[in-house]
Every structure is written in structure tokens, then in C-alpha cells.
């Protein structure tokens, strides 16, 4: 028994030493050369004869850093909208954005009970503002009224259109 156990030891062992001899790391590649790297000067001070289009602008941030009066789309999604009697005539359903990125509308869902019967119809997200309740929840402001937003045309995505 000690003999097996023994010899069942020490093959484990040299197969570990072994193990290990086998996976040794391949030999670094050399290094790839990068391009010369362009040469960022800080601008200097404007000339008063220089013109405007020749002045040297600051190479863009790629990171970005919150802003403190940002708001989140997820946030906006599912928001109430609210009328000018802060009553609420609807909900937000979807973002239209533009091409560069800013909201041009927000789909709002109004009438119906639970989803049942509601209508959907796109708003000028330029058109309301944007606020918090006495809960502090987000909302967003219209001068629609109820029945209005009601005899809105219906919105539908266009899938036709380009993308």
C-alpha cells in the first residue's frame, strides 16, 4: 500500500514537472512599429490679421464626462407627460432621434387603460420641457391638452423610409 501510494505520488509529481516544462510561454513577438505620431502643437494666441478659419482648433475629447443637467433616454422612456394643469395626458413610449444623435420627438401614448386602446402620436420633443414631480420623478411638460394629443395623427414608423 505505501509502495502505491508512494509511487502514485511521485508520478504526479513528475507529471506536474512536466506539465509545467511543456507550457512555457512562446517567445515575445518584436515589437510592430506605429506610424510617426503627428506632432499636436497648442495653439497659440490668435493674430489680430489672422482669419478665423485658419485658427488652429484643440483636438477633441474622445472620453466623455457627465454633465450635471443631462438626463438618461432610459429615464425618459416610460416618463408621464404632463399638461399645463400638471394632469397627466400620457406617457412616453419611444425616442425619435436624429441622425447626430439629439432627440427630435418623443412617442407618447395617450388614452386606453393599461395599454389597452392607447394610440400612439409623436411630439416635438422641442415643444415640452423637461421637470420633476412633488416625488421628485421626472416628467416632461406639454401645452397639449388631452383631447388634443387624442386627435392627433397616429404615429408609425415608417419602415420604407432610409435608415
Known amino acids: 500500500m505505501r509502495k502505491t501510494l508512494f509511487g502514485l505520488t511521485a508520478g504526479l509529481l513528475l507529471a506536474g514537472t512536466s506539465l509545467a516544462i511543456a507550457q512555457t510561454n512562446p517567445a515575445p513577438s518584436p515589437p510592430q512599429e506605429s506610424p510617426p505620431a503627428a506632432k499636436t502643437t497648442e495653439p497659440s494666441a490668435p493674430k489680430a490679421n489672422e482669419p478665423a478659419a485658419t485658427k488652429a482648433a484643440a483636438p477633441q475629447q474622445m472620453w466623455y464626462s457627465r454633465q450635471g443637467d443631462e438626463v438618461r433616454a432610459s429615464k425618459l422612456i416610460g416618463a408621464k407627460v404632463v399638461n399645463a394643469a400638471n394632469e397627466t395626458v400620457g406617457d412616453v413610449n419611444e425616442i425619435v432621434l436624429t ?6 420627438a418623443v412617442v407618447v401614448g395617450v388614452g386606453g ?42 404615429w408609425h414608423w415608417d419602415e420604407s423610409a432610409k435608415k
Request: aromatic residues 4%; hydrophobic residues 40%; positive net charge.
Open 113 to 154: 387603460f393599461l395599454g389597452i386602446g392607447e394610440r400612439e402620436v409623436a411630439v416635438n420633443f422641442s415643444s415640452m420641457n423637461l421637470k420633476r414631480d412633488q416625488s421628485n420623478n421626472l416628467v416632461l411638460g406639454t401645452n397639449a391638452t388631452q383631447e388634443s394629443l387624442k386627435a392627433a395623427p397616429v
Open 99 to 104: 441622425k447626430d444623435g439629439k432627440i427630435t
